[in-house]
Structures are given as C-alpha cells and as structure tokens.
C-alpha cells in the first residue's frame, strides 16, 4: 500500500532554508507517511532546483505566486493526503507519530507556530498565531496544512492569487485541528520590521482581506 502523504512545498530562491526543511522530513520518510514530494517553483535563480531534484522532488515550475504554486503543486500530488509546508518551516522532531495518529480523523490539521528566535516578541506572537488557530480556525501558512486531497479537491484547492491564498482556503475547508507539534519559522520578517510592527500589518492586512480587498494589491503593499 503506498504511503498516504504528498508533500507540497513553494519556493523562490530558498536554497538557503529548504535543506533543513527537507532533513526534518526524513523521519516521515523512515516512518512510511511520505509517498512524494512535489516542489512547485516560481522560477529560482539560486540553487534551489539544484537542492529539489538531489532530493527526489517532483518539480512543477511556473510564474510566482504563492496561490498558483501551490496550486499546480498540489494538482501533481497522488497521495491521499497532502501536507503543504513552507520552504523556510522545519517540524519539531516527533511529528511524523503525532501526524500518524491524526490521518485516522480524516480531519485537516495544522501545526503550532514557533518561530527561531528567543525573547517575548517571538513567543507573545507565536501565541496569538496559535490562540487564533485554535479559537477563530484561522491559522498562518507557515503552520503548514495537512488535509485529504478528496476534501480539498472538494472545496476547490488553491486560489491563484499572491496572497491569503491560505485562508481564503482554510475558510471553507471544515475547522482545522491544531495539532501539539511545532513549526519553526524564519524569524527574519519579523526582525527586519519589528515584531510589533510587523504583527499589526499582519492583522490589519488580513482585516482589508475580510473587507474585500483585492490579493493582489494587498501584496504589493505587504512586500514593501
């Protein structure tokens, strides 16, 4: 019987993060969970590709977006579930039994965000990430995302757009379980703005979100 996880990973230019990504995924490997892993690429210029096809990654390239990467990375995957990651996230030692025990559910699931980098900032905003998971389901992308592809093929996958491509679909998938594992994030975003400021223009970007604001603006304003 095949293992039951696609992997789905974007990138752009993340040959600096994604090896340590990759060397998390191992034990997914080792614990027959992963069946393939699909690199879904925006058009690298470093040696990303290089890194993907070392380590036996499908790869799917195409103009970058998140949304669309994620899209046609997906749509090449054959498992039964799909567990799309970010190339900068790295799972805690341990989540492949955590993730075992969950496909029984059949539920969509999420990760707990942590981020790589000490102090209260860091925590004070892994921490709202986490509350608002569990209490709002409304999780980050660097959480990560496990769900069944027959559920997600149900509501429609990945919207191809350049942001909040994330919740636009976590908000019609059933309500994700939060599951006791950690991701690690780059901290760096945070670092260079500020973890206040940052963490305000996260949330104000998702308020205009709400109010109908257009994805492809609001990413050009979030990438200033």
């Not at 981020?115 to 999780?139: D, H, K, M």
């Amino acid at each position: 019987m095949p293992a039951p996880i696609s992997i789905v990973i974007p990138t752009l230019n993340a040959a600096e993060s994604l090896p340590a990504c990759l060397q998390a995924l191992m034990e997914g490997v080792h614990a027959g969970l992963i069946r393939e892993l699909v690199i879904s690429d925006g058009g690298s210029t470093d040696k990303t590709l290089e890194i993907a096809e070392e380590a036996g990654a499908e790869v799917v390239q195409g103009i970058p977006s998140r949304g669309g990467q994620l899209r046609r990375g997906c749509a090449q995957a054959n498992g039964d579930w799909l567990l799309v990651l970010h190339a900068d996230t790295v799972l805690d030692p341990g989540w492949s039994e955590t993730v075992a025990d969950h496909l029984r559910t059949g539920k969509p699931a999420v990760f707990r965000l942590a981020f790589r980098a000490t102090g209260f900032a860091p925590r004070w905003v892994a921490g709202w990430a986490n509350l608002r998971s569990r209490l709002f389901g409304l999780p980050y992308g660097d959480q990560g995302l496990l769900v069944m592809r027959q559920t997600y093929s149900t509501v429609g996958g990945y919207k191809d757009q350049p942001l909040m491509e994330d919740v636009a679909l976590v908000r019609v998938l059933p309500r994700v379980t939060l599951l006791d594992v950690r991701a690690f994030t780059s901290a760096e975003r945070y670092e260079r703005s500020g973890w206040i400021r940052r963490g305000g223009r996260n949330l104000w970007t998702l308020l205009r979100y709400f109010l109908g604001a257009d994805p492809a603006k609001l990413a050009q304003v979030y990438r200033r």
